[in-house]
């Protein structure tokens, strides 16, 4: 066993300032992991300190995060939730040897496979195959998509899901580019509209989520809404009001604790959703949940190496299985993203609460231990 350090610093790079509202969600997140570690007796007898640098909500911000925290001398870091940003910071991780646990949901950073990256959320392509399966089941074979093709997560999972739709069934009726600087959202919803689609597909976050939602409640149109990961937020269900309800969303495991049944996972969720709701006053967002598991995946990858160099922890976290909130991950040196279509759920909003929809629960009572 390698000498262990007096503290063992675990490195977060996420938006404090900026567009990206989220990284204040992840950072709230990972603070809450570090503290029940520390309340725990840390990691192997020692101290554990999160050390966060702001990326801005910028490519080149995280890049130059990154390599703040990794000449601090962190085990390894616990990556942005702006898939943008963390895909610029790939290319640097070969270059320090440090791991990098990406929060952002985009599926290319660990396809293909890069030795130090690795990711929490689940990707944009198993999420696009979860939503095709429900549209299938409700017999929802036209959809109309939107998507912000100026987010590298909303843009690559549509590509994915485009890539997926015969196989399921399902025909693109109309697709629908907006921007994130999209104000008027009345055109995409006139065009879905006419197209004769039987749903919307929103993959869409932030400013144009909310934006999408409100317009299309406003024109009234009689199809459901099912949006990806990017709405699983309180934040979105806050600022669409009362019009959010019905709109059919995405989620981990977490969202809709309180639907699942009795299980080990379920457990796990609790013991992050009790304290956090305690600290904060209301449930963990997606992106909470995320910067939560990024943590707990590097102390998990510490305890299994029983050493805190960061070339000890990349070795631990190649063939890692952990229990987390969002799911049991099973990395290996093919696999970085860990999860499965399984880990996620589909919920509907409902006063203003993620609910499990009857089809999801069904599904996931069969597959949770």
Same mark, same amino acid.
């Given at each position: 066993?390698?000498? *262990?350090?007096?503290?063992?610093?675990?490195?977060?790079?996420?938006?404090?300032?900026g567009s990206n509202y989220m990284g204040l969600e992840n950072r709230d997140g990972a603070e809450l992991a570090v503290r029940q570690l520390n309340d725990a007796g840390g990691l192997l007898g020692c101290p554990v300190q999160?050390? *966060? #640098?702001?990326?801005?909500?910028?490519?080149?911000?995280?890049?130059?995060?990154?390599?703040? =925290?990794?000449? =601090?001398? *962190?085990?390894?870091?616990?990556?942005?939730?702006?898939?943008?940003?963390? =895909?610029?910071?790939?290319?640097?991780?070969?270059?320090?040897? =440090?791991?990098?646990?990406? %929060?952002?949901?985009?599926?290319?950073?660990?396809?293909?496979?890069?030795?130090?990256?690795?990711?929490?959320?689940?990707?944009?392509?198993?999420?696009?195959?979860?939503?095709?399966?429900?549209?299938?089941?409700?017999?929802?074979?036209?959809?109309?998509?939107?998507?912000?093709?100026?987010?590298?997560?909303?843009?690559?999972?549509?590509?994915?899901?485009?890539?997926?739709?015969?196989?399921?069934?399902?025909?693109?009726?109309?697709? #629908?580019p907006v921007r994130v600087d999209t104000l008027d959202f009345g055109p995409a919803v006139a065009a879905v509209d006419q197209s004769g689609a039987h749903a919307l597909m929103a993959w869409v976050t932030g400013p144009p989520?909310?934006?999408?939602?409100?317009?299309?409640?406003?024109?009234?149109?009689?199809?459901?809404?099912?949006?990806?990961?990017?709405?699983?937020?309180?934040?979105?269900?806050? #600022?669409?009001?009362?019009?959010?309800?019905?709109?059919?969303?995405?989620?981990?495991? *977490?969202?809709?604790?309180?639907?699942?049944?009795?299980?080990?996972?379920?457990?796990?969720?609790? !013991?992050?959703?009790?304290?956090? #709701?305690?600290?904060?006053?209301?449930?963990?967002?997606?992106?909470?949940?995320?910067?939560?598991?990024?943590?707990?995946?590097?102390?998990?990858?510490?305890? !299994?190496?029983?050493?805190?160099?960061?070339?000890?922890?990349?070795?631990?976290?190649?063939?890692? %299985?952990?229990?987390?909130?969002?799911?049991?991950?099973?990395?290996?040196?093919?696999?970085?993203?860990?999860?499965?279509?399984?880990?996620v759920a589909v919920a509907v909003i409902r006063d203003g609460r993620f609910r499990l929809t009857p089809w999801s629960r069904s599904e996931l009572h069969r597959h949770l231990k």
């Open positions: 066993m390698q000498q *262990v350090p007096r503290q063992i610093l675990i490195g977060q790079v996420t938006s404090l300032t999160l050390v *966060v #640098e702001d990326d801005a909500s910028v490519p080149q911000g995280a890049v130059d995060a990154y390599h703040r =925290l990794a000449d =601090l001398g *962190v085990v390894a870091v616990v990556g942005t939730s702006f898939s943008n940003a963390s =895909l610029a910071v790939l290319p640097h991780t070969d270059e320090r040897e =440090l791991v990098y646990v990406s %929060t952002g949901a985009a599926h290319t950073q660990v396809d293909p496979v890069r030795p130090y990256v690795f990711m929490t959320p689940p990707t944009g392509r198993l999420v696009a195959a979860q939503l095709l399966r429900y549209f299938r089941a409700h017999g929802l074979t036209r959809i109309g998509v939107v998507f912000d093709s100026d987010s590298v997560f909303n843009r690559e999972a549509w590509a994915a899901q485009r890539t997926m739709l015969d196989q399921f069934g399902i025909e693109a009726a109309t697709v #629908e989520a909310t934006g999408l939602a409100r317009e299309f409640r406003t024109a009234g149109l009689g199809i459901p809404v099912v949006a990806g990961l990017g709405a699983a937020t309180p934040a979105f269900v806050e #600022e669409v009001g009362p019009d959010a309800d019905g709109i059919v969303v995405a989620t981990s495991l *977490v969202g809709v604790a309180s639907d699942l049944p009795a299980s080990a996972t379920r457990a796990a969720i609790t !013991a992050l959703t009790e304290p956090f #709701e305690q600290r904060h006053g209301v449930p963990p967002s997606q992106f909470a949940v995320d910067g939560y598991t990024a943590v707990s995946l590097i102390a998990a990858a510490v305890e !299994a190496a029983d050493d805190a160099a960061p070339r000890a922890v990349r070795e631990a976290m190649d063939s890692l %299985t952990c229990l987390t909130p969002e799911g049991e991950y099973h990395f290996s040196p093919t696999n970085h993203s860990g999860l499965d279509v399984n880990d």
